[in-house]
């Protein structure tokens, strides 16, 4: 039995096969070594009996993570399944991968991801460039979650929100100024805090506050993120992510404003990220 895990910091897609290539679905929350330890890890997977029945079952992990840029932070996400996951084969590569592969469609491309975070390769079906760092929500994650609700959250607490949203926020959260500081800047996984107000941003999307700020910061992450591959107008340009879906309509035009075409959407990369093991990947390892 295998699993194919696409993780983000907020959520994570486990897809598990079995040896009759049948599929069953299951989520946690999302997994970054830069934020969880491997004890973190599997404290978490533990609290999920419909996976620790498995424990002993499981024979290849494919993990597909945010954060999982290094082979020491690989090592850390490793650990953690392994500790549940005893008996099984685990490989750990970044969630930038899984981007590629959910978007290949057998011409070279450039995949982006938008959610949480943010991020950008090319990928021409064998080599993955990536041609600009992930900053992280501090100094990068153009056009993100954690972009946009900073924007909102600095936006509140310097009260420059329009009355009617102010009040609007008010009521839905109902936070004090100490509290939003002190979730920022004293507790842990800070990026998925401050992204969790994109649900809020997003019903207000059209709002000449939020509009002109959302389609800026989607032009911006394509200057930065896109911008970069010198063949970026004659490459397909391919978006996974929640918030790339939510966006469409804004992220097409800040594009057709830059002179870009974006061939594909992918709201969750999972499922063709399992298409794509399964034609190229797993062939030999599963039964017919």
């Known amino acids: 039995m295998i699993f194919i895990i ?17 599929q069953s679905f299951y989520n946690t929350i999302g997994f ?26 499981i024979e290849h992990i494919y993990f597909y993570g945010a954060g999982c840029s290094s082979e020491k932070l690989n090592k850390i996400v490793e650990n953690g399944l392994s500790a549940v996951f005893p008996s099984a084969k685990i490989l750990v590569d970044h969630d930038l991968l899984a981007c590629a ?52 959250l600095s936006s509140y607490l310097y009260k420059r929100l329009p009355e009617e949203i102010n009040d ?49 910061g989607l032009k911006h992450f394509l200057e930065v993120h896109v911008c970069c591959y010198p063949s970026y107008k004659q490459t397909a340009i391919h978006f996974v992510g929640s918030l790339s879906a939510l966006l469409e309509k804004e992220l097409n035009i800040a594009a057709r404003e830059m002179g870009i075409e974006i061939k ?9 990220l ?15």
């Open 6 to 22: 696409e993780s983000g910091s907020t959520k994570s897609d486990w897809v598990l096969i079995d040896d009759k290539n049948n």
């Open 32 to 57: 970054n070594p830069y934020f969880h330890s491997a004890e973190d890890i599997s404290t978490e997977i533990s609290q999920h009996p419909d996976l620790t029945l498995l424990s002993e079952k």
């Open 101 to 152: 592969y959910a978007t290949y469609d057998g011409e070279p491309g450039i995949s982006c991801i938008l959610g949480t975070g943010s991020n950008s390769c090319f990928f021409d079906g064998k080599n993955l460039v990536e041609e600009v760092p992930a900053l992280g929500y501090v100094l990068g994650d153009e056009g993100s979650g954690s972009y946009f609700g900073k924007y909102l």
């Open 168 to 216: 609007a926020f008010e009521k839905r959260y109902n936070l004090s100024n100490a509290t939003i500081v002190d979730k920022v800047y004293k507790e842990c996984n800070a990026n998925v805090y401050i992204a969790s107000f994109m649900p809020f941003v997003i019903e207000h999307k059209d709002h000449p506050y939020f509009n002109d700020y959302i389609v800026k």
């Open 264 to 272: 594909s959407i992918v709201q969750k990369p999972v499922g063709p």
């Open 274 to 288: 399992v298409d794509y093991h399964l034609k190229y990947i797993l062939k030999d390892q599963l039964v017919d």
